[in-house]
């Protein structure tokens, strides 16, 4: 498969070029710090790896981040894992995030939006006025630095404030979306011990209200730690007995006062996806949270205090602790609280017009439903104030690329980027100095040496290979919660390549630079030699109209043979007769391999996903190799167990 895209899709000009902070940042960097002045994007790169304390240095000094211990190097020990990132330095992220209150009080730092479409502005000053009351009241409760707080919430502003107040405490934040039912937040909540649990009565979603005061009440008996539960009447309702309220903490006139941690002191818990065993929980840092996402929505995102940043999310997702982050930066952050798809397809690009959104982030798949759905914005919807939409969750597929051109804007900048919970940020994307090609993500990202590795360990260029990080990023794990040797963190990332993060992803790094995701390494598909991610196939497969949804595993045999079946969830009315079945094979031997022309495809009512969508490949995988499903899978992190239960039967029946 070529990967090389001959034209850019996009290219900035070159007055944004030179608007670009990221830009500013390298000139300012060569006269201060020894950054190559010419070379454009790519020597700024090289110098950020090859350098790695004196670029660190420079963000910190370049986004004036506020040490109130100073510290006395940049990398103490620099091995993976176990890097020390800033020793001797205190701060406090809250701080940071909450700056921009004592320049532009007045100015909205978040609008808040429901399935009304209405923007609802909180001002930096009434942010700061809350967070200083909320952070009062839980010092006034006996939270101390360390102690966990978790939120079971939408994505409203009150999340928000608590996740600050938290920070500015010094505790450590952890949260679930209130569509998470109670085993899936207990799987989470209970292995840190939460001591104050904030909580909805219910949510609203695709038009419906949500009654969540059953799993509330199960959460409190469930959690003993807990010392003290807080209700925000989200639907109305009373407080229960024993419960204090939102609007009682929340009063008063009180200024913060941000607790100076220790550079490495826990921020937050974000859980993986956990399809076996108990979800991970990931454990990030005050300091490595706070650089880490300066440098990547400062300088690949580009976000000042002129934007308006909308992401959806929600708050299982690590993407919620991102589009808060920038609040570092200054911007007016956008928090959407309903569906995707409420009432329409178009729902999101609706809240991008109404809120003025200049940078858009949704999921790749989102993009794909628009397509499907015949929806038009740029025809429908007034997109003028956006210069960015960015995707992730999943690979763009270059019908998505093309779309987004097509449909929103043809200067449009689309940042399709890589990443992960696992370290709460990008190792590839966004770059607003580059152009963009079809199907590839820009670049890798500043201080980040990614790399594509063959088994052996050897870098690829043009080839496909599994995704590698050979440098410490500020934002990699402190550890795991309930992991004392560390063996789990370990295991996770360095048992391949010892000293080198591989994330399990496969990628192709391209001649010039840019960055290609293949999908999965865990799951890819490899027949004969030649492998294949799973992306390439949903891409190929999906954009039949008949199918709604697939899900595609390979799978080893004792014989030496290799099955591979392809699942189908159809669309409405369709049928897998003889002449879908030969267009889907069609479709993979012409656009991808005649070696990845599916053994079967099978239709299912359904594709089974975690809790934050994305499909599960690799536990389908291990029941049609006999796995038990409760051996397979951790029931609490899919969407839907009855779906699992047919392909248990299938392996029963090919057994």
């Known amino acids: 498969m070529s990967t090389v895209n001959p034209l850019p899709l996009w290219q900035p000009t070159p007055e944004r070029i030179a608007q670009a902070q990221v830009t500013r940042f390298q000139a300012w960097a060569a006269e201060h710090h020894g950054a190559p002045a010419q070379g454009g994007y790519a020597a700024l790169h090289r110098w950020s790896v090859d350098e790695l304390d004196t670029f660190w240095t420079a963000v910190a000094e370049w986004f004036d981040v506020r040490f109130t211990h100073p510290y006395a190097r940049v990398l103490g020990d620099r091995s993976m894992p176990g890097a020390e990132w800033f020793p001797g330095a205190s701060l406090n992220y809250a701080e940071h995030a909450l700056r921009a209150a004592a320049t532009r009080p007045d100015e909205p730092a978040l609008l808040h939006v429901d399935e009304t479409h209405d923007p609802r502005p909180v001002s930096w000053a009434e942010l700061r006025r809350q967070v200083g009351s909320l952070a009062a009241e839980l010092r006034a409760l006996g939270v101390r630095p360390g102690d966990r707080i978790s939120g079971y919430l939408p994505n409203i502003p009150q999340a928000v404030v608590a996740l600050l107040a938290t920070a500015a405490v010094g505790a450590v934040w952890t949260s679930c979306a209130p569509d998470f039912g109670a085993r899936s937040v207990l799987d989470r909540f209970q292995q840190v011990e939460p001591v104050v649990l904030f909580t909805v009565d219910g949510y609203r979603y695709g038009g419906k209200e949500h009654d969540r005061r059953d799993v509330v ?50 921020l937050w818990v974000l859980y993986s996806s956990g399809t076996t065993g108990l979800p991970k929980a990931i454990v990030q840092s005050q300091g490595g949270i706070l650089v880490e996402h300066l440098k990547q929505l400062g300088l690949h995102c580009d976000l000042g205090p002129e934007d308006r940043f909308f992401w959806y999310t929600s708050t299982g997702w690590m993407m919620w602790n991102f589009l808060v982050s920038g609040l570092l930066t200054g911007t007016t952050i956008v928090l959407y609280d309903g569906s995707p798809g409420f009432p329409d397809t178009g729902a999101q690009w609706r809240v991008a017009e109404r809120t003025g959104a200049t940078l858009y982030g949704t999921s790749a798949a989102y993009v794909m439903a628009c397509r499907k759905a015949d929806v038009h914005p740029s025809r429908d919807f007034d997109l003028s104030r956006i210069q960015c939409v960015a995707t992730t969750g999943s690979p763009l597929p270059p019908d998505g690329f093309q779309w987004l051109h097509d449909e929103v804007r043809d200067d449009l900048w689309i940042a399709s980027v890589s990443g992960g919970t696992d370290v709460c940020s990008c190792f590839a994307g966004a ?98 030699g030649v492998r294949m991610g799973s992306a390439d196939i949903y891409e190929v497969v999906e954009r039949l109209p008949e199918i709604k949804e697939s899900l595609v595993v390979g799978i080893e045999q004792a014989d030496g043979g290799y099955w591979m079946p392809l699942f189908v969830h159809l669309a409405p009315d369709a049928a897998l007769d003889d002449a879908l079945l030969g267009r889907i094979k069609q479709a993979i031997r012409e656009q991808l391999s005649p070696r990845h022309v599916p053994d079967e495809v099978i239709e299912v009512p359904g594709i089974p996903h975690t809790l934050t969508g994305k499909r599960i490949e690799v536990p389908v995988k291990r029941l049609l190799q006999g796995t038990p499903l409760e051996k397979a899978v951790n029931p609490g992190s899919i969407d839907d167990l009855e779906l699992l239960r047919l392909y248990e039967d299938l392996a029963r029946k090919r057994a």
């Not at 009440?217 to 469930?222: I, V």
């Not at 807080?230 to 009373?238: A, F, R, Y």
């Not at 963009?436 to 052996?456: F, K, M, N, Y």
């Open 217 to 266: 009440a199960e959460l409190r008996r469930e959690l003993p730690t807990l010392r003290a539960v807080v209700h925000i009447p989200l639907l109305g309702t009373e407080a229960p007995d024993g419960v204090l309220e939102w609007s009682a903490l929340t009063s008063a006139d009180t200024a913060p006062v941000f607790e100076a941690v220790p550079f490495d002191h826990p």
């Open 431 to 528: 770059v607003p100095t580059l152009p963009v090609h079809i199907g590839e993500l820009q670049a890798p990202c500043l201080g980040t040496d990614l790399q594509s590795w063959d088994p052996s360990g050897k870098p690829l260029v043009d080839e496909v290979g599994e995704l590698v990080v050979t440098n410490p990023m500020p934002s990699m794990p402190i550890h795991f919660w309930n992991d004392p040797d560390g063996s789990r963190y370990h295991d996770s990332y360095f048992a391949m390549y010892p000293g080198v993060w591989r994330h399990g992803d496969w990628i192709t790094l391209t001649s010039r630079g840019s960055v290609v995701i293949h999908g999965r390494s865990d799951s890819t598909l490899n027949r004969q």
